[in-house]
């Protein structure tokens, strides 16, 4: 009889997590995007299937090499790209025992401490973002699918209550669903309402002011114009100035005309843990809806990927994602059971990383890392506004940053290309209100005053540079 393959010391992973150590040592101070581009990597990477098998120790050491100048430091404390955090230490600690671990997190019979971890860490965030406790929760891949998942419950009601069953019958011959939202929404929205049969082209879409923020008044007028099944998607934190719809405002003009509100909050939710006053005011009234999506991976500063659905209306919620089959026991009555709750059935257990995350910083830590950012953020606006040539486009009243250079569309893009190139920090790019902007977005655990300065340095140093190119 063949031996049964078995772990040994001194194998594959611990060699990993030599790798590990050594790239988390080295992140705060290496380029912070890709030194190589996809094309060099595929290339190292393309070697004809192998036809035997490979010693692990080899692979890893090998992959380590071939994949480490293809890999943005997304984790750097000056990496301004996108929205993306890092990842605090419990939560990567966390997340490498759940790989280890590998839990299938659908069922609480199977895994009671993947389906356990995501419970109590779904209590927390309801605690701390300030939601219904009756809420029910979901942990999925990101914002986009919680979208999925809060959109899949919201269309369950909205039609439930014109006596539709759409999990039975389907979107033929129903009543159809009026969609609202706002011009400068999120693409993940759209598509989201796409995979949930509301195409494109059938959504209404309600003016916004010129930071991206839903009209009221424009929404009612959009409600009134027509009756039956109605959604509405609002928005707490615009991908490029961070602003907040009035959400008191949206919720009630939107119930007053029957229709569910769902919040797309992927960075913004996190504004509810501010310790100012100013701040918490962006999300009043926000409670108020009926569905809030948000992110793990970006400002709460957990490993991809993590995201979280949020729904007021239980049954709705369990009714739009729940699945069941005979070989699949039912949840006893004081058990959740993550499949019921998310889009996906088998998957991995990232309530684990939610719990260490929420747990190490506390409400005290969560609270000081919201601050922190959005200090960082006021202070880099502070500084590049000084700059000459350049203005800040948005009211930095979160951790977004928006800037153009010289009024000038060709200046501004290259500027981002060689703030990139340098390596020093990472910034992306935008077209807002026609026009090509800088991007920085502020969510890294890690960043500080230093960082933001010499961020401000590369940039100031990239616009020189720039105006040579373009001008000289
Ligand atoms: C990032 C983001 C999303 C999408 O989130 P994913 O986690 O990437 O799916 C949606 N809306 C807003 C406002 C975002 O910032």
């Known amino acids: 009889m063949a031996p049964r393959p ?11 997590f030599a790798h590990i150590t050594d790239y988390l040592a080295g992140l705060p101070e290496r380029p912070v995007a890709a030194a190589e581009g996809y094309a060099k990597i595929h290339a190292r990477l393309s070697i004809p299937l192998p036809a035997g098998s490979t010693d692990p120790l080899e692979i890893v050491d090998e992959l380590a090499a071939a994949a480490e100048p293809g890999l943005a430091a997304t984790g750097s404390p000056r990496f301004f790209g996108y929205v993306i955090g890092g990842t605090v230490p419990a939560a990567l600690a966390a997340d490498l025992m759940a790989v ?65 069953d759409v999990e039975a019958d389907g ?13 400068a929404r999120h693409t993940t929205v759209d598509a989201a309402l796409r995979l949930l049969g509301f195409g494109s082209r059938r959504l209404t879409v309600v003016d916004t002011d010129d930071a991206g923020r839903m009209r009221p008044e424009a929404l009612r ?76 991976h970006k400002w709460l500063n957990l490993a991809y990927d993590c995201g979280i659905a949020i729904v007021a209306d239980e ?39 939610l719990y260490a995350a929420l747990r190490s910083l506390g409400r005290a830590g969560l609270t000081d890392l919201v601050d922190r950012c959005c200090a960082h953020a006021r202070r880099l606006a502070d500084a590049l506004g000084a700059l000459d040539g350049v203005a800040v486009l948005n009211d930095v009243e979160l951790n977004q940053v928006l800037v153009r250079i010289d009024d000038d569309d060709a200046t501004t893009a290259a500027v981002i290309e060689l703030v990139v190139t340098g390596g020093e920090a990472l910034v992306s790019g935008t077209v807002w209100h026609r026009a090509v902007a800088m991007r920085l977005s502020v969510c890294n655990w890690m960043t500080t005053e230093a960082d933001v300065d010499r961020a401000v340095a590369a940039i100031a ?10 001008h000289g």
């Open 315 to 353: 049954r709705a919620h369990r009714a739009a994602m729940s699945t069941r089959a005979p070989y699949i026991p039912p949840p006893a009555v004081d058990e959740h059971d993550p499949l019921e709750w998310t889009p996906e059935f088998s998957r991995r257990a990232r309530g684990f990383a």
């Open 171 to 183: 979107l033929h011959g129903a009543p159809p669903v009026r969609v609202f939202v706002g011009a």
């Open 6 to 16: 078995r772990w040994e010391a001194g194998t594959a992973a611990e060699r990993a």
């Open 100 to 164: 280890a671990w590998d839990q299938n997190a659908g069922l609480a019979s199977l895994s009671p401490a993947a389906a356990a971890a995501e419970a109590v860490a779904g209590e927390w965030i309801k605690e701390l973002l300030g939601l219904p406790a009756t809420a029910s929760v979901g942990i999925t891949t990101g914002t986009q699918m919680a979208h999925v998942t809060a959109l899949g419950a919201a269309r369950h009601r909205a039609l439930a209550r014109y006596g539709w």
């Open 221 to 296: 007028v959009a409600l009134a114009a027509g009756t039956g099944p109605a959604i509405v998607v609002a928005q707490a934190g615009e991908i490029n100035t961070g602003a907040f719809d009035a959400m008191g405002q949206i919720c009630a003009i939107s119930h007053e005309h029957g229709a569910w509100v769902h919040v797309d909050g992927a960075f913004g939710l996190w504004a509810a843990v501010s310790a100012s006053a100013r701040r918490r005011a962006l999300v009043t009234g926000i409670d108020q809806a009926d569905s809030w999506a948000t992110d793990g």
């Open 461 to 470: 140093a990239a616009i020189a540079d720039a105006r040579g190119r373009c």
